[in-house]
């Protein structure tokens, strides 16, 4: 089965939905961290993290995007956002152990 990598079928279709979705997610999670540094009086680096996290985030959605409105450079971008995205995913499963952690020692 051959795959056109100029058609929109690509993993960038996956990638632009799902990126977006994190991001909204990790502002998300930075809002709840901040109102228990406020209830609690406790300080964290967890929220920061989700800060970059997310930044990650809107660049995987980013390159998702342009590799769909430019098929000359569609594969290269889509490999681009998919590491982009799989690094977010990885700082996230990381802040949520930050995360789970901070809270066990509150």
Same mark, same amino acid.
């Given at each position: 089965?051959?795959?056109?990598?100029?058609?929109?079928? =690509?993993?960038?279709?996956? !990638?632009? &939905?799902?990126?977006?979705?994190? *991001?909204? #997610?990790?502002?998300?999670?930075?809002? !709840?961290?901040?109102? *228990?540094?406020?209830?609690?009086? !406790?300080? *964290?680096?967890?929220?920061?993290?989700?800060? #970059? *996290?997310?930044? #990650?985030?809107?660049?995987?959605?980013? %390159?998702?995007?342009?590799?769909?409105?430019? &098929?000359?450079?569609? =594969?290269?971008?889509?490999?681009?956002?998919?590491?982009?995205? %799989?690094?977010? %995913?990885?700082?996230? #499963?990381?802040?949520?152990?930050?995360?789970?952690?901070?809270?066990?020692?509150?």
């Amino acid at each position: 089965m051959h795959v056109d990598r100029n058609s929109n079928s =690509g993993i960038a279709n996956h !990638i632009l &939905p799902t990126a977006a979705t994190m *991001t909204g #997610v990790c502002v998300t999670v930075i809002s !709840i961290v901040r109102l *228990t540094e406020a209830t609690r009086h !406790i300080s *964290t680096l967890t929220d920061n993290l989700f800060a #970059v *996290t997310g930044l #990650v985030f809107l660049i995987s959605c980013f %390159l998702s995007y342009t590799s769909m409105r430019t &098929p000359h450079r569609a =594969g290269k971008m889509e490999k681009l956002a998919d590491m982009f995205f %799989l690094a977010g %995913l990885s700082m996230m #499963v990381i802040g949520g152990f930050m995360l789970t952690l901070e809270f066990e020692h509150i």
